[in-house]
């Protein structure tokens, strides 16, 4: 399967690393990158030669999040076209967070907005000390919606309350204390501290694996569907409000938006 946004090498031992490959656009999230990581989520977790996924990223970004461009057209768009771009999105933190894989996130630059939302749905994820994250929506008019449900589940409500709406900037170390990672190590280390996490998978039942993974979803506080449906119709309905539309036409004027002080 050949992309464009994204690229895909499985080792010999059956260790998929999967790629953002838009370093300079910070890895935000296009509609085609969208698409490209629900289909490589699909198609990693239906092969049997794959035992574990690496998320990781090019460049010096993990993910600026969702890419503004496509968040403009949305805004541009008809009620019927903005709901199923925001059901996209939804359906590729879904695919991504159900795969029967083990996903260990590799987190080697910033991470913001949906950024943090890809880490969320990683098993595991561990980053370099010197990246900052931040869910940065509310900057812009925006709210963190598609990605709330695994971001919550992830760090809990009292961390959430702290960092969801505010749109502050935390590091390495404030993001392992929410265990948004689990490890923060220096750049050097980052390679082998995620062969670390991947090998004691390799000793394990394939099946069982995805099994367990499974039922932790049923034992878990995870999103449900009405989470997800909720979460939807919230980014629809910020697409359409003026706040958004003040806050997009701001940055893409390198200007500060009327609330900003």
């Known amino acids: 399967m050949k992309f464009q946004t994204i690229q895909q090498a499985i080792d010999r031992r059956g ?44 460049g010096d970004s993990f993910c600026a999040g969702g ?9 541009a768009a008809d009620d019927a ?25 590799r987190v080697q630059g910033q991470a913001y907005g949906g950024g943090v939302g890809l880490i969320s749905v990683c098993d595991v994820a561990i980053g370099v000390h010197t990246v900052r994250f931040g869910l940065t929506e509310t900057r812009l008019g925006l709210i963190p919606a598609t990605i709330g449900p695994y971001v919550v589940a992830r760090i809990g409500v009292a961390n959430a309350r702290r960092v969801f709406a505010s749109g502050r900037l ?46 932790l979803r049923k034992l878990a506080p995870s999103p449900t569907p009405q989470d997800i449906e909720a979460s939807i119709n919230a980014l629809v309905a910020r697409w359409q409000s003026d706040e958004a539309v003040a806050g997009i036409a701001a940055f893409f004027a390198k200007e500060k938006p009327g609330w900003a002080q």
């Open 67 to 75: 890419d503004l461009g496509w968040m403009q057209d949305q805004m």
């Open 170 to 215: 935390f590091d390495a170390d404030a993001a392992m204390r929410m265990a948004l990672l689990a490890e923060v190590v220096a750049p050097d280390a980052l390679d082998a501290a995620i062969e670390a996490e991947a090998v004691p998978y390799l000793a394990c039942a394939p099946g069982a694996v995805a099994e367990a993974k499974a039922l």
């Open 15 to 58: 260790v998929a690393t999967l790629t953002l490959v838009r370093p300079d656009k910070r890895n935000a999230m296009s509609a085609q990158m969208i698409d490209e990581l629900t289909q490589a989520a699909l198609a990693l977790g239906a092969d049997p030669a794959v035992r574990v996924v690496v998320l990781a990223a090019a």
């Open 81 to 105: 076209t903005r709901a199923a771009e925001a059901r996209k999105l939804a359906m590729m933190l879904a695919a991504l967070n159900d795969m029967p894989k083990p996903l260990i996130g």
